[in-house]
């Protein structure tokens, strides 16, 4: 998919140097969703979700990745009614990761995080009105919640 066909749905800053933005588009079937993560202007590579915006009954999908010199960056596209979305770390730090508006064009909302210093994603905890609808161990599981709709 082209940068053109692209849009910027979220942008966040680690420090005065590293700043990143979540960019998506596409069709329901094959939806992109990309973090273009930037050090002094300059775009450096970053995670990227591509296939169906969400599986059906599935709440989130997400994806994590580190570059070299980098942090540890987690990237989610979720459900519009989640309305929070925390990173477990591999030693049990918890980081809430900034999520955007529902963009209505894609019915969706999007979400990342840069970890802290030294910090590995372990799992993650996905809610709606405060309650937990997924527990995500990471890698690979059912990211579908019951009755969320």
């Known amino acids: 998919m082209s940068d053109e066909s692209m ?6 800053r680690v420090d005065p140097d590293l700043a990143w933005l979540v960019v ?9 969703t990309m973090l273009e993560i930037y050090r002094d202007g300059q775009r450096l590579t ?5 296939g169906p915006k969400l599986a059906p009954g ?5 994806c994590h990745d580190t570059g070299d010199g980098l942090p540890h960056f987690v990237l989610v596209r979720t459900a519009p009614e989640v ?9 049990g730090r918890e ?3 900034t999520l955007s508006a529902v963009i209505e064009d894609f019915g969706l909302r999007f979400g990342a995080v840069a970890l802290p210093e ?5 799992s993650m905890r996905v809610e709606r009105d405060g309650v937990a609808v997924v527990l995500a ?3 690979g599981t059912d990211l579908r919640a019951p009755d969320v709709r």
């Open 24 to 32: 998506a588009g596409g069709s329901d079937e094959q939806f992109y």
């Open 7 to 12: 849009t910027g749905v979220l942008a966040g």
């Open 95 to 97: 980081v809430e990761l």
């Open 83 to 91: 309305d929070r979305v925390v990173a477990i770390t591999g030693t």
């Open 137 to 139: 161990p990471d890698p």
């Open 46 to 50: 970053g995670p990227g979700l591509t």
């Open 58 to 62: 599935q709440v989130v999908e997400k």
């Open 118 to 122: 030294g910090e590995v994603p372990g």
